[in-house]
């Protein structure tokens, strides 16, 4: 009787720990917000700006036309950062456009200063927060300035330039935010 009651109640407690550890692990909605997204940029105009979500992240996606990137190589003196040595980016966006293609700019829409989504203000002209404005993005919430690489200038708050997540190109209209590399690809 004593080993009977001892194997039933082995056998219960293990039907019960089953799905109280499987509570433990991510449900389906979970690990799909931390899978990679596909974006569609086929209607993007240059100097436009789209974004998509990926791990609750808004990812910009922005093609950039030759007078935005012309500006970039002028800009090194006022950044604090520009050769992004002491930012988050793949090997591969270890270049003066921070992309894998020149035209187009993928990353993380978040300020690396206190976590704000910085605007995106493509035009070079003078404006109330930089009077030498050459094209990028602004953090309003505690006016730090970026680039249009994404490289934080001197004088900003933010410590680091903005996020550049692994992506990798479907296609010439197509994307995918969350891996480096697609099958068949070198």
């Known amino acids: 009787l004593l080993i009977g009651t001892s194997v039933v109640g ?9 799905p109280f550890i499987k509570s433990w692990l991510p ?3 979970a ?12 209607k993007l105009e240059m ?21 935005l990137l012309n500006t970039l190589p ?15 980016q793949p090997e591969y966006a270890k270049n003066l ?9 993928v990353m993380v829409g978040i300020c690396t200063h206190l976590g704000c989504s910085p605007k995106f203000y493509p035009e ?19 006016n730090s300035r970026f680039d ?3 490289r934080v200038f001197s004088g900003s708050p933010a410590g680091t330039n903005l996020v550049i997540p692994p992506y990798a190109f479907l296609d010439e209209n197509r994307l995918i935010v969350g891996v480096e590399k697609i099958e068949g690809e070198a």
Not at 10 to 18: K, M, N, P, Q
Not at 31 to 42: C, L, Q, R
Not at 128 to 133: C, L, R, T
């Open 10 to 18: 082995v056998v219960g407690a293990a039907f019960a720990a089953v």
């Open 124 to 142: 070079i002209v003078p404006q109330a927060f930089d009077s030498q404005w050459k094209g990028g993005f602004y953090c309003p919430c505690h």
């Open 97 to 105: 456009h921070r992309s894998r293609k020149e035209e187009l700019l």
């Open 27 to 29: 449900s389906e909605r």
């Open 148 to 150: 249009i690489s994404g």
């Open 47 to 67: 100097g436009q700006k789209m974004q998509v979500m990926w791990r609750g992240q808004p990812i910009f996606i922005v093609k950039r036309d030759k007078t």
């Open 74 to 88: 002028g800009l090194a003196d006022r950044l604090k950062d520009p050769d992004s040595e002491n930012s988050i």
């Open 31 to 42: 690990k799909s917000a931390g899978g990679p997204v596909e974006a569609d940029f086929s």
